[in-house]
Nanobody, 125 residues
Framework: QLQLVESGGGLVQPGQSLRLSCAAA?????????VGWFRQAPGKEREGLSC????????NYADSVKGRFTISRDHAKGTVYLQMNNLRLEDTAVYYC?????????????????WGQGTQVTVSS
């Protein structure tokens, strides 16, 4: 079972930026996996944000982050990033990356089978 590790979370003020990273744990690889970013705020359901396939196709799941969040992938580093700009108070959540061993980004996000432990992002003035 693929193991994922997220990093890059933290406490920022509104309008600032963060970049989250998602990598496979030692002994694993993200090759040939579609990798997505998700978040869950307290008392709310998990929300899909975006996804990036192995071949470089990205899919956005959430209108709320369009134009502010960008997903990217560095195969050489085996890492998928989520660049988050112009952060808002409502972006506060635990952010997760997840992967599924397919060549496309599933419309049904429940298909993502491997999940990281999450990284906390807090936006506060």
């Amino acid at each position: 079972q693929l193991q994922l590790v997220e990093s890059g979370g933290g406490l920022v003020q509104p309008g600032q930026s963060l970049r989250l990273s998602c990598a496979a744990a030692s002994g694993f690889t993200l090759d040939y996996y579609a990798v997505g970013w998700f978040r869950q705020a307290p008392g709310k359901e998990r929300e899909g944000l975006s996804c990036f396939t192995h071949s470089g196709v990205s899919t956005n799941y959430a209108d709320s982050v369009k134009g502010r969040f960008t997903i990217s992938r560095d195969h050489a580093k085996g890492t998928v990033y989520l660049q988050m700009n112009n952060l808002r108070l409502e972006d506060t959540a635990v952010y997760y990356c997840a992967a599924v061993h397919v060549h496309y980004c599933p419309a049904n996000v429940s298909l993502f089978s491997s999940w990281g432990q999450g990284t906390q992002v807090t936006v506060s003035s």
